[in-house]
Structures are given as structure tokens and as C-alpha cells.
């Protein structure tokens, strides 16, 4: 299968995940494998590599040389595979190799047509401001994860960071996963928003819901990864608050 490399249309926000179910298809009868970076350009890669394990249709190895070979001249962000009797969810042994791989895994059912991105306890937090965007693996609810957990306000846990959107707007399923992450981390609903804290969590919305995601860090700015951009920290100005759904504060910050 010819390699995609291909640069991502932003307001396609599940396109690595089309790729992703586009390469299981064709390998419908074994677990499709392959490697998701950036190139020189800052152009997304999702890159299909040879599935060399000899039980292909329930585990999948990418060799040393592929490996490479593939990712020659690229930052590589993530590892993907395919499921082909099972839902998504990562098997013990996806848990260890994305922990010997030091790297996210993306999973896609073939059977339930779902996903489940899975960072591993060693994940190595990219630095805060300046990094680049990449739908679900760098994108504005992972930016806001890292933040607490590289202030010490979170420990590691477990999540399915595979996100989708209906336009501008988040997903039931993704709203779900949200709704999880506030209630796992003890997050509090904060109803006043004319007092604002550092390290409190603002959710922004379009048409009333919530579509975006940052952290106050004092100042009146407050620090964010959007689509298109760096993260960067941003003055919270009339056009910014106004655009405020909910914030919410860490039990350890109240």
C-alpha cells in the first residue's frame, strides 16, 4: 500500500483517523500498522509500515529497519494500528509496547469502528508554548492534560484521548470523555467567572457549546493550543470572555 504523506486540512479534524480506518480496511484480514509525525515542513505524516508479526490478525510488530526507514527525517509522534476482532480498547500488550515504544498508541476497531488513543505512563510531555498542532495527539484537550500533569496538579491516568468533533463543536462521545476526565481528576464547576485563578480550567464554546479548551495562568491571559497555531499564552479580552462556557478548579487549587 502506497505510504500517505499527506498534510492536514486543519478543519478536517478527524483526517488522521480517516487514514488510519482507510489502511485497516485494506488490510482488513491482518492488524495494520504505521507511524504518525511530522515532517521538516511541520506537515503531518501518517505513514503505513509492513506488519512483520506472524500472528498479524491479533498482534502487529513494525521491524527495526522499517521503522528507519519510515521515519527518516521525521518527528515521530505516535504509533497506529488496527483491531480486527476487538473493540479498540488497548490489550495488555498494546499498554506494554507503547510503553517500550515510549510513544502514544492509535488504535482503530475494524470490528466496532471506534478509536482509542492511549498515552503511556512514560510519555514525554512536549514543552508548553510553541508546540505544534496535531488533531488529538497535540491538540487543545491534551495540551491542557500535560499542563497539569507537568505542574504536578495531576498524576498519570488513563484516557481515551481519540476525539471527535461535529463541525466547531465537540462530539457526545467526546463530551463523555470530558465529562470522565473532570470527574476523575476532581475538578469542581466554578460558577463565578469573574473570579478567575491560576490554574483554573476554562472551557470556551460556539452557539453555546463547549469547544475549546485552556488554562488560566494570571495576568488576564490565559495559556491554550488552538487549531492552526502554536500553543501559546493569550489575553483573555472581551472577545475571549465572552466566549467563556464554563471553568472549572483542581480540588488541590481550591
Known sequence: MADFLVQINLDMYNFIQKLIKTHAEYEKNNECCGIIGLNNLKEIQVIPCENTHAQKENYFEISPQCFIEKSKDIEVLSIYHSHINF????????????????????????????????????????????????????????????????????????????????????????????????????????????????????????????????????????????????SRKTYLNNEYFDRIHSIYRHISCI
Open 87 to 230: 473493540d479498540a480498547d488497548p490489550s495488555e500488550f498494546d499498554k506494554i509496547s507503547s510503553e517500550n515504544w515510549e510513544l502514544p498508541f492509535y488504535i482503530y476497531s475494524v470490528k466496532t469502528e471506534n478509536f482509542y488513543l492511549y498515552f503511556p505512563k512514560n510519555y514525554n510531555i512536549p514543552k508548553l508554548e510553541e508546540r505544534d498542532y496535531v488533531p488529538d495527539i497535540r491538540n487543545c484537550f491534551r495540551f491542557v492534560v500535560d499542563y497539569y500533569i507537568f505542574n504536578k496538579i495531576l498524576n498519570y491516568f488513563e484516557l481515551n484521548f481519540a476525539l471527535t468533533k461535529d463541525g466547531e463543536i465537540y462530539s457526545k462521545n467526546t463530551i463523555n470523555i470530558v465529562k470522565d476526565f473532570l470527574k476523575i481528576n476532581k475538578f469542581k464547576k466554578n460558577k463565578d467567572t469573574d473570579n478567575l485563578k491560576k490554574h483554573d480550567l476554562i472551557l470556551f464554546q460556539v452557539d453555546g457549546y463547549f469547544s475549546h479548551f485552556g488554562v488560566y495562568c494570571g495576568d488576564n491571559q490565559f495559556i491554550h493550543h488552538e487549531d492552526k497555531f502554536l
